[in-house]
């Protein structure tokens, strides 16, 4: 019989964070889980807000306040202001609904041999800038400490300018058709924030295009990693390529970490495959999902892992939105200066033809 896990919390205490052995199992717990926060905290309160601002027919404009909050140039600057990244720090830099969730399945597996156990990923994986409670912090060592590779993860959809740059550290990037992108993130963004409804496809999409999305540009974020790729520590991946040859995917993010076969068996390379398989992660959707809105319960929050497709844009915008968003993301990666070959990586999809793939 195998013997229970080790159970650790995160928690500042006066003497530090309680630290964990590199023997044995782990299982990593918050003390205030990410998915299912305490009920009287800044989820309700924010919640709270976007109900009343929704009956007073204020909802978008408190939307866009919160997005020009989030794109602050001042406060992004600060998110890792100071911070120096070491050999240890893998970051996963990959742009809001890219298969963020697969790459950091990926390296948390791949870094505990094919056991990492945890309550939530945000329990062993910072955000630093998440605006929820309950993400491990940035410079918590707990998981580094304890992990058997000595690795951490650092999630960030920041662009590449503001994201610290060391020799020492590793990169991974996932690039994702950004008609897919945008599907995605209106399937799942405005449910997860109370505004289900409050934005037709035409209007979602026009914030989409502007230089305010919540999440940044799209093409900001893909010109920049794109301008890194031939760093011997940056790893670039196409969508497609994860989800058309997954095995291959997930070794190239272990050999790119530096889990060699005295870390990784075969055997539990294998299992890593398996848990960042679309069925594995999808039967897990509590563990990676985003946190419970209190005042619509779990029914009416959107799962992380969807349908398990690429290349259905067509499902949700029609051909002329489709080549809008083609035409503009051409149109910024030119004025940004890339050699990003957007026609050969994204404008040839047939979006109506979906293929079976992973991570929504």
């Known amino acids: 019989v195998a013997p229970p896990p080790i159970l650790v919390h995160h928690r500042q205490a006066a003497g530090g964070h309680r630290r964990a052995v590199r023997t044995g199992r782990v299982r990593f717990d918050m003390s205030n889980n990410f998915r299912h926060p305490p009920l009287l905290g800044v989820n309700l309160l924010r919640s709270l807000a976007i109900r009343i601002a929704r009956a007073l027919g204020l909802a978008k404009t408190l939307f866009f306040h919160i ?68 993400v491990v912090p940035l410079h918590d060592s707990t998981v580094r400490d304890a992990s058997p590779a000595g690795l951490r993860t650092v999630k960030t959809a920041f662009p590449s300018e503001y994201v610290p740059y060391s020799e020492s550290a590793k990169y991974v990037c996932v690039l994702r058709d950004p008609k897919e992108v945008f599907v995605s993130n209106y399937l799942f963004m405005p449910p997860a924030l109370g505004l289900a409804g409050v934005f037709s ?32 520590n940056v790893l670039l991946l196409e969508y497609r390529e994860v989800v058309q040859r997954p095995r291959e995917a997930v070794r190239k993010v272990v050999d790119h970490i530096g889990i060699g076969p005295d870390l990784l068996t075969e055997d539990q390379f294998e299992e890593v495959v398996r848990k960042a398989s679309f069925e594995y992660m999808k039967s897990q959707d509590d563990r990676f999902g985003p946190p419970i809105n209190p005042l619509v319960g779990e029914g009416g929050t959107p799962v992380m892992v969807r349908r ?20 503009w993301a051409i149109s910024e990666l030119r004025r940004f200066g890339s050699d990003l070959p957007y026609d050969e990586m994204f404008a040839s999809c047939n979006a109506s033809q979906p293929f079976d793939y992973f991570v929504r």
Not at 201 to 213: A, M, P, Q, R
Not at 308 to 327: K, M, P, T, Y
């Open 308 to 327: 398990g497709q690429v290349g259905g844009s067509g499902e949700l915008i029609n051909e002329e939105q489709q080549a809008r968003i083609d035409a």
């Open 201 to 232: 496809v035409d209007e979602w999409l026009d914030f989409f295009l502007s230089d305010g999305f919540v999440v940044g540009s799209w093409a900001a974020h893909a010109a920049g990693y794109w301008e890194w790729r031939d760093r011997p």
């Open 67 to 134: 997005a020009r909050v989030h794109n602050d140039n001042g406060r992004m600057q600060s998110v890792f202001s100071g911070y120096e990244p070491c050999e240890s720090d893998v970051f996963a830099t990959v742009y809001s609904k890219s298969g963020t969730n697969w790459a950091l399945q990926v390296i948390q597996q791949a870094s505990w041999r094919g056991e990492a156990d945890f309550d939530h990923i945000h329990s062993v994986v910072a955000w630093p800038e998440a605006p929820f409670d309950s």
